[in-house]
Structure formats: structure tokens, C-alpha cells
């Protein structure tokens, strides 16, 4: 015990120590707390803009509920293919090869993914100003979902690991698995959609009611720390206790089963834990790591000569890995705008715009284009490199435009912004999205030799608005110009329009002006 208790001790005063050594790193964590206190003050003041007028609190409390119920079944789910790990190689090198109780090895594991977990979370305080001054949330109420979050991912990721340590090396008994996760999930998701489809023409209306019913507490994990947040807004012990009570209950459970069970479970941690270290390495060395499952339907096999080879090896690589032309983030950024256009229907579709503008910026940084730039064989192939750099990108505007369809469509036909209004979204959403690409592509040329990711990603960040800021100033005035002489919606179409141009124009300019970018790899030197 005092072995673990040394190793966990110094290993928090080292990663300290190793923070205030690290000037970077110290530059981003002030930066990172200014915003924070920036958030607060913003959404003090929005509140009292506000004058005490909040939105119904059960729109929070089944946000909250839809958010611990997505991230579960996402953390859940790896124990149905790769499982999950609590530690570093460090630990297993350490821990794994000492005479100590695999209990307390385990317990170990615990306590660090607990920090860990909370740290992930973090992102949840910045979302205080909206949620203030919207749901009139305190800061206490917030920190209260951030603490639900975290055991909602601890739980996600133990789950994972006894899923896997019970099913592995036998096909059967992980079909059976997958089968009763599937079907637990289907029953309660039905359980909450039936009566929303009951509602008739108010679907999201109907969905919160039933989010917020009381039976809901009994929804393995995400319904029994809703309670939690759900303490500070709308009062209920004997709802918290419950909850508490069940979450105490299911990971006793789970230790029980993972100790007993399967007491010898050091060959699947390893496993799970060399998978991580592996992602971890390539994101510190700038590389760029796929996921691939493990079985793989390959179905037509070869891509074909011509000029084209990247774009269908693109389709092909995205056939494969389960989805094709959008992925499960497209599916959530397009039930969240469905969300968020309920919510602030009131406001129009300007809000919902802005706010998936904002996501799609960070999904802008990942792609298979932008791990073709880290690969050797596009710089091999004799061609022209503007033609190369306009073949590897294809796929990614085919998907962005794909991702403005599925994203915009439905919010636009809920907030009734007509067929003008619905074209000019989905055009402006592409424009953003093409215009990310291409920022990416400028940071890439001019920055692309640093190390410190996390100053590549501010700078990233502050070029995407000096790039977008011109197009959305003048697409704005523009909008509110003839909004005295065009209708409504056409006149915001025509702003979202002049958006699209402007971004069109600007992206044509950086690839043009980046186009050398694949004629030596050492001008991407990452």
C-alpha cells in the first residue's frame, strides 16, 4: 500500500513541477482561466440582462440527461471491441511486476481516472455564460454537472473494461453481450421517444416532458447522476439518494465481478493500455493514428488509375470504417442543432447558425486529407502539387457539403426559414467549412514546424477569425440593409449568401497562394 501511495504522490508533484517548467504551458493555463473568468462575468451580466425571464429548467435537466446518455454508451461501447484502460505504460511497468494485490493495483487505477475524468470535463465550465443566463444555472449548479460528467465517464469507462475482461476470446459470449447492451439501450431510448412521437407536431416538446418524468432516474448511469446537477435546480434528496445509491451499487458490482470474475485481468488491461500509449505517442510526435476496427468487411478491393486515386481511396478507407461521407459527430452536431433551434425558436435560426459554426470549427482540424499530409506517398507521385492538393481534399468537401445537408436541413424546416433560407444555410455552412480547410492548410504552410500543438491551435484559432470576420460583418450589414426592401427570409438568405462568397473567395486565394505546400515535405515538417 505504501508503495502505491509513494507512486501516485510523486507522480502528482512531478506532473506539477513538469506544468511550471514548461512556459507554454503556462502561457495556456492563464489563457485558459482569463476565458474562464470571461465566461463568468459574461454570463453574470447576461443574466441580469435578462431581468430574472429564464427558460424552463427542464430543457437543462434533459440536455444533461442526452449528454451522460451519449458519452456512457460511447465509453461503454469499447468493451465490445478494444476495452479501456486506467493507466499509462509507466504504470504498467511499475505496478504490474510488484508483489501487490491486483485489487489495490486496481484501486489504484480508479482514483487516477477519477482526476483524469474531471479533467476531460473541464470544457462544461464554459458553457456557464449561455446556460446563466439562459437557465439561470449558478456556478456551484454547474460544477455540480461537471461532477455528474466525471462519474458518468468513470462509469462508461469501467463498464468498458469488465464488458471486455467477461467477453474476451469468446466470439459467443461478446455477441451475447452486445446484443443485451443494445437492447437495454433501445428499451429506455423508446421509453423516452414513444410518448415525445405521442406529441404529435411538438416532438422535441414531448421528448423533454418525457426526459424529465420520474422514471427516468432508474436509466442505468445517466439517469441516476442527473441527479446530481438535478439537486441544484430543482431540490429532491430523496431523488439524490436514490441515484447515489444505485451508482454505488452498479460500480460495487462491477469490482466485484471485475476481482472475482476475472481476478487475473492484467493481458486485456495491457492491451487496452498499449492502444492508448500508441494514440498518445503519434499525437506528441504530430502524427496522425486511425482507429481500425478489427473486422473489417472489405467488399470491392482496388482503387484504379487516374488522377482521382486519393478521392476514391478516401470513399473507400470511409466505406470500411462503418460510415460513409459522415460520422457519428455529424449525427450529434445535427440532433444538437435540432436541440438548440427548439430551444431559441424564439430567436430565429441566426443563434443555431453561429453555434454549429463554432463546432464545426474544431471538426475542421481532422480529416484524411490532413493525414495524407503526413504520409510520404503523396509527395512521391509526379504531379503537379496544387493538383495533388486539390485531390486529397475532394473527399472533405464532399463531406462538409454532406454535413451542411444533415445539419442544416432539419433545423431549418423546424425553425421554418423557408426553401431560400434552407439553401442559403446549407451554402453558408459549406462556405465555413471550406474556408476551415483552407485555414488549416495556411497554418499548415506557415506553422507546420512547431511542436507545441496547443500554440499551432490558438494560432489556428485566431486566423479562422480574422479570416471570417470580414465576410460575416459585411454578410450581416448587408441582411439587415435590405431587410426594409426584401422580405424577411430572403434578405437573410442573401446574407448568408454573401457569406458563402466571401469564404469561397478567400479559400481560393489560400490554396492558390499555398498551392507548393506538397512539393517538398519538408515545407509540412510536422
Known amino acids: 500500500m505504501k508503495g502505491i501511495l509513494y507512486l501516485f504522490f510523486t507522480t502528482l508533484k512531478n506532473a506539477v513541477k513538469e506544468f511550471f517548467k514548461r512556459p507554454a504551458k503556462v502561457i495556456a493555463g492563464l489563457f485558459f482561466a482569463a476565458m474562464l473568468v470571461l465566461v463568468i462575468v459574461s454570463g453574470q451580466m447576461g443574466a441580469a440582462d435578462s431581468a430574472g425571464e429564464f427558460r424552463p429548467i427542464g430543457e437543462l435537466q434533459a440536455m444533461i440527461l442526452a449528454l451522460y446518455a451519449a458519452m456512457f454508451y460511447l465509453m461503454a461501447h469499447q468493451g465490445l471491441s478494444a476495452g479501456a484502460s486506467f493507466y499509462s505504460m509507466a504504470d504498467v511497468s511499475l505496478l504490474f511486476s510488484c508483489p501487490i494485490s491486483n485489487r489495490l493495483v486496481l484501486l489504484y487505477g480508479l482514483i487516477r481516472q477519477m482526476g483524469t475524468s474531471l479533467l476531460v470535463g473541464l470544457f462544461l465550465l464554459f458553457q456557464y455564460s449561455w446556460v446563466h443566463s439562459t437557465y439561470g444555472l449558478s456556478l456551484g449548479g454547474l460544477v455540480l454537472v461537471l461532477v455528474g460528467y466525471a462519474l458518468t465517464m468513470f462509469c462508461g469507462q469501467l463498464t468498458a473494461m469488465v464488458i471486455y475482461s467477461a467477453t474476451a476470446g469468446d466470439e459467443h459470449r461478446r455477441k451475447n453481450a452486445k446484443m443485451i447492451f443494445y437492447i437495454i439501450g433501445a428499451a429506455f431510448a423508446a421509453g423516452i421517444l414513444v410518448p415525445a412521437l405521442r406529441a404529435g407536431t411538438d416532438f422535441l416538446g414531448g421528448a423533454i416532458a418525457s426526459a424529465n418524468a420520474k422514471w427516468t432516474v432508474f436509466i442505468p448511469v445517466a439517469g441516476w447522476l442527473r441527479t446530481i446537477p438535478g439537486m441544484a435546480m430543482s431540490g429532491g434528496l430523496l431523488t439524490l439518494g436514490i441515484g447515489l445509491g444505485l451508482t454505488a451499487v452498479y460500480i460495487g458490482i462491477l469490482l466485484v465481478i471485475q476481482t472475482r470474475v476475472n481476478s487475473d ?62 460520422d457519428i459527430m455529424t449525427v450529434m452536431m445535427a440532433v444538437m442543432a435540432l436541440i438548440f433551434s427548439y430551444i431559441l425558436r424564439e430567436e430565429g435560426v441566426l443563434p443555431v447558425f453561429l453555434f454549429t459554426t463554432y463546432l ?167
Open 265 to 326: 485481468f492484467y493481458e486485456d488491461v495491457l492491451k487496452a493500455t498499449e492502444i492508448s500509449f500508441t494514440a498518445i505517442t503519434a499525437k506528441k510526435e504530430g502524427k496522425m493514428a486511425e482507429a481500425i476496427p478489427l473486422n473489417v468487411k472489405v467488399g470491392k478491393t482496388g482503387l484504379g488509375p487516374g488522377k482521382d486515386v486519393f478521392f476514391r481511396k478516401h470513399l473507400l478507407e470511409g466505406r470500411r470504417s462503418g460510415f460513409f461521407l459522415f
Open 360 to 526: 464545426q470549427m474544431f471538426t475542421a482540424l481532422t480529416g484524411r486529407w490532413v493525414k495524407e499530409l503526413t504520409f510520404p506517398y503523396v509527395y512521391l507521385i509526379p504531379q503537379p502539387a496544387f493538383r495533388k492538393l486539390l485531390c486529397i481534399c475532394k473527399e472533405n468537401m464532399l463531406k462538409i457539403a454532406v454535413d451542411a445537408v444533415i445539419v442544416m436541413l432539419p433545423a431549418g424546416l423546424f425553425l421554418k426559414a423557408g426553401v431560400a433560407g434552407i439553401i442559403a444555410l446549407i451554402l453558408a455552412r459549406i462556405g465555413f467549412g471550406i474556408l476551415f480547410m483552407a485555414g488549416n492548410i495556411l497554418v499548415e504552410r506557415i506553422f507546420g514546424s512547431l511542436t507545441n500543438k496547443v500554440l499551432i491551435f490558438g494560432l489556428y484559432f485566431l486566423t479562422m477569425i480574422l479570416l471570417a470576420a470580414p465576410g460575416a460583418v459585411l454578410g450581416g450589414v448587408l441582411g439587415v440593409v435590405l431587410g426594409g426592401l426584401l422580405p424577411g427570409q430572403l434578405s437573410a438568405a442573401i446574407g448568408y449568401g454573401i457569406t458563402f462568397i466571401w469564404n469561397l473567395l478567400v479559400s481560393v486565394v489560400i490554396g492558390y497562394c499555398c498551392r507548393n505546400i506538397l512539393s517538398c515535405a519538408e515545407l509540412n515538417n510536422r
